[in-house]
């Protein structure tokens, strides 16, 4: 707003700097309200066919809903798996390899403040992928 006075503006102009202004607001108050979470590596790579645990986390809830970011490289196919507590909250099938994101919600059932174990699952139709929890965070 740097040379405009107050005179110079119209209402169209306000309501625009208003909506703006919200927004960020907005996204400053989603970014303050996020926890990371951290992963333990089960393993770094798998050629199995069927769902292996990759890498595991338990935190207690607060918020309602867990991304994470997995990088993949080489396989065929490959599969990945967001669970909470033994239920499938989260899944994505890589063709290619590059960065992927698993955001599922938590179950209600889950109480605030209670630890579960969220993992990352994944298996490959054929090779060997590398897989790697490259973040995380709860809100």
């Known amino acids: 707003m740097a ?19 919200e ?7 989603l970014q303050a ?7 333990i ?14 890498a595991w986390s338990s935190f207690p809830r607060s918020g309602s809903s867990v991304t994470v970011d997995v990088s993949v490289s080489g396989g065929t196919g ?3 798996q967001l669970r909470a507590d033994g239920t499938q909250i989260a899944a994505a099938t890589v063709t ?20 579960k174990v969220v993992e990352v699952q994944a298996k490959v139709s054929s090779g060997t992928a590398t897989i790697a929890v490259v973040g995380a965070w709860h809100r």
């Open 96 to 115: 290619s390899s590059g960065t992927v994101t698993l955001q599922g919600f938590l179950a209600e059932g889950w109480a605030f403040g209670a630890r």
């Open 41 to 54: 590596t089960d393993a770094t790579s798998t050629s199995s066919t069927t769902f292996t645990r990759m």
């Open 3 to 21: 040379g405009n006075s107050a005179g110079n503006l119209r209402p169209l102009d306000l309501a625009g700097l208003v909506r703006a202004l």
């Open 33 to 39: 309200s996020v926890r990371p979470v951290f992963f």
């Open 78 to 80: 490959c599969e990945l």
């Open 23 to 29: 927004a960020r607001v907005k996204a400053l108050e």
